[in-house]
């Protein structure tokens, strides 16, 4: 089983840049399953389930960030991928925090930015592009070509090692390179590992607590005129 994870904010053309890599596998013999995890509503799913005829699933993390909730699922996702007798996993995460990384060793994380979110975007995504294998410019006939240089070199700043494919996801031109590293992608091992290191802890908003200050919490909290600390035994 070969795994992709593909993340980046909303509207960035994710599901359209699955969408061309699903058509080339699919004409090239693959068998491809489909899992999509948001916060609360999608319809991707059903979409390409409609227009391929390919085992889909969707999942809603509801109280947890997309990205814990892609760990928690993994697993038994590729065990039901592999039950519908396919050979390639996308997996689609919204990936809203900006902090955890959504990417395992052992799979192709593939963060997706839109050329027309502004030439600083890249340097706010932090692990949803530093720790990715590919970013994929999306949107790329709506600005500049001096537009488009500054936003590639933006990318290169801030994660030198990640190839950058600019693509134009709604008629699929560009696409053909990334189902090449699809392709050329190893299986995925039995035991897989998140790739980067978690965020610092589970504070007590996470966990429901609503009141306001950190004087009410515990656990890693700060202060506006402070660097984060420890409060509690």
């Not at 500054?150 to 190839?163: E, L, N």
Request: charged share 20%; proline share 5%; aromatic share 6%.
């Amino acid at each position: 089983m070969k795994l992709a994870i593909c993340a980046g904010p909303a509207t960035t053309g994710k599901t359209s840049v699955l969408k061309h890599m699903i058509k080339h596998l699919l004409a090239a013999g693959e068998k491809v399953a489909y899992l999509k995890i948001d916060v609360q509503f999608a319809d991707d799913d059903e979409i390409l389930a409609k227009e391929f005829g390919i085992p889909t699933r969707k999942v809603y993390s509801g109280e947890l960030c997309p990205d814990h909730c892609n760990v928690l699922v993994l697993s038994d996702a590729l065990k039901w991928a592999e039950a519908q007798g396919c050979n390639i996993l996308f997996v689609e995460t919204a990936g809203l925090c900006l902090r955890c990384s959504p990417y395992v060793d052992g799979g192709l994380g593939m963060v997706v930015l839109e050329a027309t979110s502004g030439m600083n975007l890249p340097l706010k995504v932090g692990p949803m592009l530093s720790l990715a294998d590919i970013a994929v410019i999306t949107k790329i006939d709506r600005v500049s070509q001096a537009e488009r240089e500054v936003f590639r070199s933006r990318i290169q700043d801030a994660a030198p090692g990640v190839h950058v494919r600019e693509v134009n996801a709604l008629y699929g031109i560009g696409i053909e390179p990334l189902v090449k590293r699809m392709l050329a992608t190893a299986d995925t091992p039995e035991s897989m590992l998140l790739r980067g290191n978690p965020p610092v802890g589970t504070c007590t908003i996470c966990v429901g607590k609503r009141d306001v200050g950190w004087q009410s919490h515990f656990g890693v909290v700060r202060a506006l005129e402070n660097q984060n600390f420890y409060r509690g035994e």
